[in-house]
């Protein structure tokens, strides 16, 4: 019988080893998704942050970042007076007409209650102009 439970001891032992390491790598592992996923939110807001601002001279782009951050933080009034502002400067010219219209949608956007509606029109509108 003495033999059998010296025996027993190396097994138990090993796999109580076992265990303990398949425990840390696992925690390991988990540890660097989480450290992943996180790093990819941080990126991901990087980059948000980068869409809806700009370090463009061009005053119709100022006002539009300016509407969105306005309509992001609830302002719609204030998003508003600043979409239009920014139309009455597009207005008579040919080559941004395309995103004087994206801003006429934003604006009846806006009006109807749509503030993503609004948001995602007075991005496309910016992002138009940039590209030209």
């Avoid at 995103?99 to 109807?112: C, G, H, M, N, Q």
Wanted: aromatic share 2%.
């Amino acid at each position: 019988m003495e033999t059998k439970n010296s025996n027993i001891l190396p097994v138990v032992l090993l796999a109580t080893a076992l265990l303990g390491v398949m425990i840390a790598s696992g925690f390991i592992i988990s540890a660097a998704t989480a450290q992943s996923n996180t790093t990819e939110v941080n990126s991901t807001n990087n980059v948000t942050t980068m869409n809806t601002s700009s370090s463009s001279d061009d005053p119709v782009v100022t006002q539009i970042d300016a509407a969105i951050g306005a309509i992001k933080d609830g302002k719609s009034d204030e998003g508003r007076k600043l979409l239009f502002e920014a139309e009455k400067l597009m207005e008579g010219k040919p080559s941004i007409a395309d995103s004087e219209k994206r801003v006429e949608a934003a604006i009846k956007a806006l009006s109807d209650g749509d503030s993503n509606g609004s948001i995602g029109q007075a991005e496309e509108a910016k992002k138009s102009l940039v590209a030209r």
